[in-house]
């Protein structure tokens, strides 16, 4: 198997630049602080999936059999509220990044053979982030409210891969980045 595939896959979409576009990146950025079973993947797509990655895996021999997609999509929630969606009820260009690229057409092909599951979070804003670059305080510069939402994102994620977040899973370090069980 491709060092980048496996059998379950969990992929952030977003600009990380374009404030709450961020969203699916720094859900990936925390999942990856877990240890996981090898048959979990975990990748920040940044803005390639729709139209290199998930056309990647559609022409793949090696097919995936889960994908959990995570990435903002505003259906009219409050900021931060998490809607699950599946491709096959998206209307055309019901799901389409800020950039207006729309995402039905790769997500069509490749759920022909692959079980898509998409989480969508509410954004507040997608502006150009105005958090200076040097700054320590923000790892990604989501609003306060699409923050919040990350938790609960991961859990739904893992659990769509059977995985039962804070259970069967543990984390690489404590909450002082000690490992942990030292």
């Known amino acids: ?32 602080k877990l240890s996981l079973p090898d048959n979990i993947k975990v990748m920040d797509a940044g803005l390639a999936g729709p139209h290199y990655l998930f056309t990647l895996m559609a022409q793949s021999e090696m097919p995936v059999e889960k994908l959990v997609i995570l990435d903002i999509m505003d259906f009219g929630g409050v ?56 700054s320590d305080d923000a790892e990604y510069w989501v609003t306060e409210s699409v923050r919040k939402a990350i938790p609960k994102a991961m859990q739904l994620a893992l659990a769509e891969v059977g995985v039962d977040y804070g259970t069967t899973i543990t984390s690489q370090s404590d909450l002082h980045g000690e490992p942990a069980g030292l």
């Open 79 to 134: 900021p931060g509220e998490i809607t699950r969606v599946t491709p096959d009820i998206l209307s055309p260009g019901a799901y389409t990044d800020p950039h207006s690229w729309g995402l039905r057409e790769p997500l069509q092909v490749l759920a022909e053979r692959t079980e898509i599951v998409i989480f969508g979070c509410q954004p507040q804003s997608i502006d150009i982030s105005q958090i200076d670059n040097e």
């Open 1 to 32: 198997m491709s060092d980048w595939y496996a059998e379950n896959m969990i992929v952030g979409c977003g600009n990380t630049l374009q404030t709450d576009d961020g969203f699916g990146p720094a859900v990936v950025a925390e999942l990856r």
